[in-house]
């Protein structure tokens, strides 16, 4: 699994894990907004990015517009952006969806990170500006990158693979099912024709059975009284017999009964938690990187 946390070796994770396991770190920053980016890492990406959204938010201060605030809460299920008097979440950023985070090493306010839309799958670039709590921010996203990546492991994430052969191995067992039902059904049959055949070839040396009379259309008239079993065709063979309804459960030939992919027990997986289980293991597969950078490289960008 490749974790790539690109910080100084001095540097220590800021919370204990059971702040980010069973709450959530709150920050207040405010918000440049976010870009689509071509790629899920690097410097130059999201250099490029900030630089973009900088630009825009200065156009759009020059015309009376104020940066707006969020309150950021990072904690081991993701990164929430919510506005700050009515809590309502603007955007829930899934940990396996970020792949890079970023703050400027010599302005402490401005820090970044690429996600995955889970929606679009486009990357985003989403740019802050903290009041000079921008390596804090993004050691802790960091800090909570690790923990749920330590939590997916225990809660079964290294069984992905083993899962995936018990799926194929349930759709191996289907296809027996289904196998072993149609031979069932060709036995039958041939059966039905044996006993068929044994009833009406007569035996040796004894009186051919009368065979009914017909109409003008060679029909047998319809008799309500004589059950259709006991009466052969004109060409001296009888239908099968009708199958009886029974609301008993059929089951195979060892007793059990037929597979049913669409009433799993609790051991199984349904194929969205599967897909699920499959997107998080490539999420925590690509990694996060953390890197300190330098965003502001000209008088424009040294101010919000």
Same mark, same amino acid.
Request: aromatic share 8%.
């Given at each position: 699994m490749n974790r790539a946390f690109s910080r100084k070796k001095d540097k220590t994770w800021m919370h204990t894990p059971e702040a980010l396991s069973k709450h959530y770190i709150p920050y207040n920053a405010k918000f440049l907004g976010s870009t689509e980016v071509e790629q899920p890492k690097g410097t130059e990406v999201v250099r490029d990015a900030v630089r973009k959204l900088k630009f825009a938010r200065h156009i759009k201060k020059s015309e009376g517009q104020k940066i707006p605030k969020v309150e950021l809460q990072i904690?081991?299920? @993701?990164? *929430?952006?919510? $506005?700050?008097?009515?809590?309502e979440v603007q955007h829930n950023c899934q940990l396996h969806r970020i792949s890079f985070c970023a703050d400027d090493k010599t302005d402490k306010r401005i820090f970044t990170f690429i996600c995955k839309d889970s929606e679009s799958n486009k990357h985003l670039c989403y740019v802050f500006d903290s009041e000079k709590c921008a390596e804090e921010i993004t050691l802790t996203i960091g800090q909570a990158f690790d923990l749920a990546y330590r939590k997916f492991?225990?809660? @079964?994430? *290294?069984?992905? $693979?083993?899962?995936?052969q018990i799926a194929g191995l349930q759709k191996r067992i289907q296809d027996l099912e289904t196998e072993n039902m149609e031979l069932k059904n060709k036995v039958q049959d041939l059966e039905n024709q044996l006993r068929i055949t044994q009833v009406s070839t007569p035996p040796a040396g004894g009186v051919t059975p009368k065979l009914p009379s017909t109409d003008i259309f060679d029909m047998i008239?319809?008799?309500?009284?004589?059950?259709?079993s006991s009466v052969p065709t004109h060409n001296g063979m009888q239908?099968?017999?009708?199958?009886?309804?029974?609301?008993?459960?059929?089951?195979?030939?060892?007793g059990a009964e037929p597979?049913?992919?669409f009433n799993c027990g609790a051991g199984d997986f349904p194929p969205d938690i599967q897909s699920k289980l499959d997107e998080m293991q490539e999420g925590f597969k690509m990694g996060l990187t953390l890197e300190g950078t330098v965003f502001c490289l000209d008088p424009l960008d040294s101010r919000c």
């Amino acid at each position: 699994m490749n974790r790539a946390f690109s910080r100084k070796k001095d540097k220590t994770w800021m919370h204990t894990p059971e702040a980010l396991s069973k709450h959530y770190i709150p920050y207040n920053a405010k918000f440049l907004g976010s870009t689509e980016v071509e790629q899920p890492k690097g410097t130059e990406v999201v250099r490029d990015a900030v630089r973009k959204l900088k630009f825009a938010r200065h156009i759009k201060k020059s015309e009376g517009q104020k940066i707006p605030k969020v309150e950021l809460q990072i904690s081991i299920y @993701g990164v *929430k952006i919510l $506005e700050p008097k009515t809590k309502e979440v603007q955007h829930n950023c899934q940990l396996h969806r970020i792949s890079f985070c970023a703050d400027d090493k010599t302005d402490k306010r401005i820090f970044t990170f690429i996600c995955k839309d889970s929606e679009s799958n486009k990357h985003l670039c989403y740019v802050f500006d903290s009041e000079k709590c921008a390596e804090e921010i993004t050691l802790t996203i960091g800090q909570a990158f690790d923990l749920a990546y330590r939590k997916f492991l225990e809660s @079964g994430g *290294k069984d992905v $693979e083993t899962r995936k052969q018990i799926a194929g191995l349930q759709k191996r067992i289907q296809d027996l099912e289904t196998e072993n039902m149609e031979l069932k059904n060709k036995v039958q049959d041939l059966e039905n024709q044996l006993r068929i055949t044994q009833v009406s070839t007569p035996p040796a040396g004894g009186v051919t059975p009368k065979l009914p009379s017909t109409d003008i259309f060679d029909m047998i008239p319809f008799s309500p009284v004589s059950p259709q079993s006991s009466v052969p065709t004109h060409n001296g063979m009888q239908p099968p017999p009708v199958p009886s309804r029974s609301n008993e459960i059929k089951r195979d030939l060892f007793g059990a009964e037929p597979f049913d992919p669409f009433n799993c027990g609790a051991g199984d997986f349904p194929p969205d938690i599967q897909s699920k289980l499959d997107e998080m293991q490539e999420g925590f597969k690509m990694g996060l990187t953390l890197e300190g950078t330098v965003f502001c490289l000209d008088p424009l960008d040294s101010r919000c």
